[in-house]
């Protein structure tokens, strides 16, 4: 009933603990092919109601991306994509507006340039800034209600002071809802420094020993097996958005035949897998589920 559709795998940022910012993918870089994006949408069928246009990379970046909402919204599917704000003056936001996209969430990780940038490395919070009021002016000019604008605050230690300010940034600027997230790390040891004190707001926890490791419990059970997937830029189907490599690949799209790779035995193996022993899935050792804040 739910996937994400990556609309490309490449990105303006150099974000220190994102693949697409490390460019560190061992899998092809690309875009998504318009005709693919489709056949994806009718695949799946017509139980489809949600789609995040957002895996890895800056969606923006796509040069047909609005038409690839369109696609979905014409379907009746609620849209979301994540952005980094970049790319959006007054013209694009207006074509945001009109592709009917339902959600749009708003990286911006910082209230300085200084803490901004301490994790949106080559990122300029004054073009995030402009592009938010540029969409919030095009859905008055409109008169449209969506998308429905988040910031979105992923905390690290330079910015966890400034989540009051954020609230109030947002109030100012009619944004319609302020979320904190939590960073993911992948190396814990070199970028310890980097997890915010407040371990309210981090997925991790501090041993006795002052090493750190995941607060998820591990329990052998995943809502996600029988609701969603992830399908890459070139039409790959994964279990889900932790596996940003693609290593678990449960196969790829050909001919519309999603059903077959659904009910497929790798993709019933890695289900029962994930039932039995999740703890020893590589995947599985960072997922968020659980330690998520929504504010």
């Not at 979905?72 to 959006?88: C, D, L």
């Not at 999740?278 to 659980?290: A, F, H, L």
Request: hydrophobic content about 35%; overall charge positive; glycine content about 6%.
């Amino acid at each position: 009933m739910a996937i994400s559709i990556e609309p490309t795998t490449a990105c303006n940022l150099r974000c220190p603990q994102c693949p697409s910012g490390m460019r560190q993918f061992s899998r092809p870089t690309g875009n998504l092919n318009i005709k693919l994006n489709e056949e994806i949408l009718d695949a799946v069928g017509k139980q489809l109601y949600y789609v995040n246009y957002y895996f890895q990379g800056e969606p923006y970046i796509h040069p047909q991306f609005n038409a690839l909402i369109k696609a979905a919204h014409q379907r009746n599917i609620y849209t979301v994509t994540s952005t980094n704000a970049h790319f959006i003056d007054p013209a694009m936001a207006e074509k945001i507006i009109d592709s009917g996209l339902s959600e749009l969430i708003i990286s911006i990780d910082g209230l300085t340039q200084e803490t901004y940038e301490s994790y949106r490395r080559e990122g300029k919070l004054e073009k995030v800034i402009d592009g938010t009021r540029h969409l919030v002016a095009a859905k008055k000019k409109l008169g449209k209600t969506n998308p429905h604008l988040v910031f979105q605050f992923l905390v690290n230690r330079q910015n966890e002071h400034e989540i009051d300010g954020l609230h109030q940034l947002a109030a100012k600027m009619e944004v319609d809802e302020v979320r904190i997230k939590t960073v993911q790390m992948y190396d814990l040891e070199n970028g310890a420094d980097f997890l915010p004190k407040n371990e309210a707001y981090s997925r991790y926890k501090k041993r006795n020993d002052g090493t750190y490791e995941l607060k998820n419990s591990f329990k052998n059970k995943c809502w996600r097996m029988w609701s969603s997937c992830v399908f890459t830029w070139d039409g790959k189907v994964v279990p889900c958005c932790f596996d940003k490599d693609a290593k678990h690949e449960m196969g790829t799209l050909n001919k519309g035949e999603f059903q077959k790779i659904w009910k497929s035995s790798i993709y019933k193996n890695f289900r029962k897998k994930v039932f039995t022993d999740r703890k020893e899935i590589e995947i599985c050792k960072n997922c968020s589920e659980g330690s998520k804040i929504w504010v």
